[in-house]
Every structure is written in structure tokens, then in C-alpha cells.
């Protein structure tokens, strides 16, 4: 056996891994448009501070960055980290939820906080 | 001025202990520090070129630029570690030998080194760009860059360093005939962690959607942006509100790594050394 062999089929099996993985994730796909909702960062605050969202659907946010920063728009509740440039907008996607309250947050400025609420 | 700091020193905290890790693995390997460097340097230049087109690679993919991008690089870092570990587990022998008998290595490990310099490289890049992103922003909505900022990123930075420098330092003090498996077992896990990264920045764009619900949640017990949670995220992928199939690519990375560590074992029965 050749030395390179074994590495060169480590390198396949792990890229085999990946496609399996993204394969059996895309199977099912987006079946259903997702409801959205719209916040804006402005002056160091979310536009507005609580959003809303009925329950079971999946969601995407869009979110305007028109403060002076940078933002990275980020949830640990609802599993989303995007870095939104100054002046332009960008969407997140979130899963269909179970009512509650969820957080989320400006990463660069973490006293920047709004809530998702899903009766 | 604390904004720069607590941004600078976060990022360069995260990067910082994969190279410490990185450093401690290729210990005493003969021309690792250009490697490492050499990592270093493109992760830097890659980070600036990153912050530069983030507006423009938002917009690819149908605005998943930046989830597609950070999967991409990530599963590739995934595949360097898991090609390491792979590696090691069959030369780790030879070049232990080689180590005790020669005092330093005169090994040609550098196929190994390169894998490592990229996965160097990649995590430089990904925290970098951050740094970049944001320092850059605030010096524009400043109007120039300030000497508060500048001190404080300065500041980050050297703290940051020093987080990477405790690592490798700590990891020295483990007995040599330890340090190996310590060592890859760390990778395993570091490559465990990145996968399920990118699988959530997958799934974060809707590109992957079966097993989304969350498993757990541990936020009451160590939120993942606490300071602890992010060090224990970095290295072995803690995260406290997992989705099912962060759990599934988690555990199918340690999975495989392991049956490939195990089939690509150096063949140990060839050698019998009879006392």
C-alpha cells in the first residue's frame, strides 16, 4: 500500500460524511414559506424590541443594520450568528417554535437585546 | 476603548487556543514555526479580505453567503484535523522514535504541518475577520481611527496572545509519552465541535432542515457566550441549546475519526520485539 493511500481515502470518507449529512438534511426540504418579520438596529436598539411570531411555523427575520456599527445579529435561543454590515439588510432563518420567549442580540454590542415572542 | 478590548480579546482567545493546541501537537517537529507563522499570516490577510466582501458575499446563495462560506471553510478545517489525526496514528511511532533518538526532529512531517497550518489559518480567518469588521466600523462611524481604540484592541490582542501561549505551555507539562494521545484526542474533539458548527450554519440557512429541534438546553448552567462556555465551545464544541443533527454530525465526526485512526493504525504485530 502506497503511503498516500491511507490519507487520500481519509480526506473521501470525511467529505462522504459531509454530503451524507447535507443530503439527508436536504431531503426534506423547505416545504412551507416561512412567516416574516422585519427588525431594524438603530441608535444602539432593536426596532422594535419584541417581535412576534405564531407557533409552529418557520420564520425569517430580516434585519436592518442602520446604526453606526457593524452588528453581528445573534441568538443562542433560536441558533443564528450573521454579521450585518452598516446599511444593509440581511435574513436569518429560524426553525418552527414551541410558545415562549426567545432572546436575541447584537454581538458587537451585547446591550443591544430584543425578544421573539411565540404565543 | 473596553468595546475594542473585549472584541479583540475574544477573538484572538478563540484563535488562540487552537494555536496553542496546534503549537503543543507539533512540538519539537523541525520547522513548525514557519508553518504556524505561515498560518497566521494567511488567516490575517484572508480575515481582511473576508471583511472587505462581506456585503457582497452576504448577497450570494440567495443571502446565504455568509452560512454557505463559514460551512465551506469550516468542513474543510474538519477534514485537515481528521487527516492529521489519521496521519499520526500512523507515523506518530515513527517520528516518536526519531524524536528519542535524535533529540530533535528531523522527521519530514511536513504533510502533517501543512494540514495544521491550514486549520491555523482558517481559525485566524474566521475570528479575524470579526476583529477587522468591527474595529473597521467603528473607526468609520468615529471618523478615523482613535488611539483609545487602537490601545484597546492593542491591549486584546496581547491578552489574547497570552490565553494561546498558557495553552501550549500547558499542554508541555504533560509527560511526552502522554502528550500524544492527549493531543489527539483534543483534535478529535476540536473536529467534532467545528462540524457541528457548520452543520448550524447549515441549518441556519434553511439549506439544512431535518432534526432542527433543540435537544437540551444547559443555558441556566454555562450559557455558550459566557467565557467559559465560549473556551469550551472553541475546543470541544459545547454548545448549550444543540439541534438533533448538531448531535448526529457531532458524534458521526468522533465516529469516524476514531474507525479511520483504527484502520489506518501503524500495523504494530509486523515489528515483534522480542526482549
Same mark, same amino acid.
Given at each position: 500500500?502506497?503511503? +498516500?493511500?491511507?490519507?487520500?481515502? /481519509?480526506?473521501?470518507?470525511? +467529505?462522504?460524511?459531509? +454530503? /451524507? /449529512?447535507?443530503?439527508?438534511?436536504?431531503?426534506?426540504?423547505? /416545504?412551507?414559506?416561512?412567516?416574516?418579520?422585519?427588525?431594524?438596529?438603530?441608535?444602539?436598539?432593536?426596532?422594535?424590541?419584541?417581535?412576534?411570531?405564531?407557533?409552529?411555523?418557520? *420564520?425569517?427575520?430580516?434585519?436592518?443594520?442602520?446604526?453606526? *456599527?457593524?452588528?453581528?445579529?445573534?441568538?443562542?435561543?433560536?441558533?443564528?450568528?450573521? *454579521?450585518?454590515?452598516?446599511?444593509?439588510?440581511?435574513?436569518?432563518?429560524?426553525?418552527?417554535?414551541?410558545?415562549?420567549?426567545?432572546?436575541?442580540?447584537?454581538?458587537?454590542?451585547?446591550?443591544?437585546?430584543?425578544?421573539?415572542?411565540?404565543? | 476603548?473596553?468595546?475594542?478590548?473585549? !472584541?479583540?480579546?475574544?477573538?484572538?482567545?478563540?484563535? %488562540?487556543?487552537?494555536?496553542?493546541?496546534?503549537?503543543? @501537537?507539533?512540538?519539537?517537529?523541525?520547522?513548525?514555526?514557519?508553518? @504556524?507563522?505561515? %498560518?497566521?499570516?494567511?488567516?490575517?490577510?484572508?480575515?481582511?479580505?473576508?471583511?472587505?466582501?462581506?456585503?457582497?458575499?452576504?448577497?450570494?446563495?440567495?443571502?446565504?453567503?455568509?452560512?454557505?462560506?463559514?460551512?465551506?471553510? $469550516?468542513?474543510?478545517? @474538519?477534514?485537515?484535523?481528521?487527516?492529521?489525526?489519521?496521519?499520526?496514528?500512523?507515523?506518530?511511532?515513527?517520528?516518536?522514535?526519531?524524536?528519542?533518538?535524535?533529540?530533535?526532529?528531523?522527521?519530514?512531517?511536513?504533510?502533517?504541518?501543512?494540514?495544521?497550518?491550514?486549520?491555523?489559518? !482558517?481559525?485566524?480567518?474566521?475570528?479575524?475577520?470579526? #476583529?477587522?469588521?468591527?474595529?473597521?466600523?467603528?473607526?468609520?462611524?468615529?471618523?478615523?481611527?482613535?488611539?483609545?481604540?487602537?490601545?484597546? =484592541?492593542?491591549?486584546? $490582542? #496581547? $491578552? =489574547?496572545?497570552?490565553?494561546?501561549?498558557?495553552?501550549?505551555?500547558?499542554? $508541555?507539562?504533560?509527560?511526552?509519552?502522554?502528550?500524544?494521545?492527549?493531543?489527539?484526542?483534543?483534535?478529535?474533539?476540536?473536529?467534532?465541535?467545528?462540524?457541528?458548527?457548520?452543520?448550524?450554519?447549515?441549518?441556519?440557512?434553511? !439549506?439544512?432542515?431535518?432534526?432542527?429541534?433543540?435537544?437540551?438546553?444547559?443555558?441556566?448552567?454555562?450559557?455558550?457566550?459566557?467565557?467559559?462556555?465560549?473556551?469550551? &465551545?472553541?475546543? !470541544?464544541?459545547?454548545?448549550?441549546?444543540?439541534?438533533?443533527?448538531?448531535?448526529?454530525?457531532?458524534?458521526?465526526?468522533? @465516529?469516524?475519526?476514531?474507525?479511520?485512526?483504527?484502520?489506518?493504525?501503524?500495523?504494530?504485530?509486523? &515489528?515483534?520485539?522480542?526482549?
Amino acid at each position: 500500500m502506497s503511503r +498516500a493511500s491511507p490519507s487520500t481515502i /481519509a480526506v473521501c470518507a470525511a +467529505a462522504a460524511l459531509f +454530503a /451524507a /449529512a447535507a443530503i439527508a438534511g436536504a431531503q426534506v426540504a423547505r /416545504a412551507e414559506d416561512p412567516v416574516n418579520l422585519s427588525v431594524t438596529i438603530k441608535d444602539y436598539k432593536f426596532e422594535p424590541a419584541e417581535l412576534h411570531a405564531p407557533p409552529g411555523k418557520p *420564520i425569517a427575520i430580516h434585519v436592518k443594520n442602520l446604526n453606526t *456599527i457593524p452588528s453581528e445579529f445573534e441568538s443562542s435561543d433560536l441558533h443564528f450568528e450573521k *454579521i450585518v454590515p452598516v446599511g444593509s439588510e440581511a435574513v436569518v432563518r429560524v426553525r418552527p417554535l414551541q410558545p415562549g420567549r426567545y432572546t436575541f442580540f447584537d454581538d458587537f454590542h451585547r446591550a443591544t437585546q430584543g425578544t421573539l415572542v411565540v404565543p | 476603548m473596553l468595546a475594542a478590548l473585549l !472584541i479583540v480579546f475574544r477573538e484572538v482567545f478563540e484563535a %488562540g487556543l487552537i494555536i496553542g493546541i496546534v503549537m503543543a @501537537v507539533t512540538a519539537g517537529v523541525a520547522g513548525r514555526g514557519l508553518w @504556524v507563522a505561515g %498560518g497566521v499570516a494567511a488567516g490575517v490577510a484572508g480575515a481582511c479580505v473576508v471583511a472587505v466582501f462581506t456585503g457582497g458575499l452576504s448577497e450570494l446563495f440567495g443571502g446565504n453567503g455568509q452560512e454557505v462560506f463559514n460551512a465551506g471553510i $469550516l468542513s474543510f478545517a @474538519v477534514i485537515m484535523l481528521t487527516w492529521h489525526n489519521v496521519w499520526m496514528a500512523r507515523h506518530g511511532r515513527e517520528l516518536a522514535a526519531e524524536l528519542q533518538a535524535a533529540g530533535e526532529a528531523v522527521v519530514a512531517g511536513s504533510k502533517s504541518l501543512a494540514a495544521l497550518a491550514v486549520v491555523v489559518a !482558517i481559525a485566524v480567518l474566521r475570528e479575524g475577520a470579526e #476583529v477587522v469588521l468591527f474595529l473597521y466600523g467603528v473607526a468609520a462611524a468615529q471618523g478615523g481611527a482613535s488611539w483609545s481604540m487602537v490601545g484597546g =484592541g492593542g491591549i486584546g $490582542l #496581547v $491578552l =489574547g496572545s497570552l490565553v494561546c501561549l498558557a495553552t501550549y505551555l500547558g499542554l $508541555l507539562t504533560i509527560p511526552a509519552r502522554y502528550l500524544f494521545g492527549v493531543t489527539s484526542t483534543l483534535i478529535a474533539f476540536l473536529a467534532a465541535g467545528l462540524a457541528a458548527q457548520a452543520i448550524a450554519f447549515l441549518q441556519q440557512a434553511a !439549506i439544512v432542515t431535518a432534526l432542527d429541534q433543540t435537544v437540551w438546553d444547559t443555558s441556566w448552567l454555562l450559557s455558550d457566550s459566557s467565557f467559559l462556555g465560549r473556551a469550551l &465551545h472553541t475546543l !470541544i464544541g459545547y454548545v448549550d441549546q444543540p439541534t438533533a443533527m448538531q448531535l448526529v454530525v457531532y458524534t458521526a465526526t468522533l @465516529v469516524v475519526m476514531v474507525v479511520l485512526m483504527k484502520v489506518f493504525a501503524a500495523p504494530s504485530a509486523e &515489528h515483534p520485539q522480542t526482549a
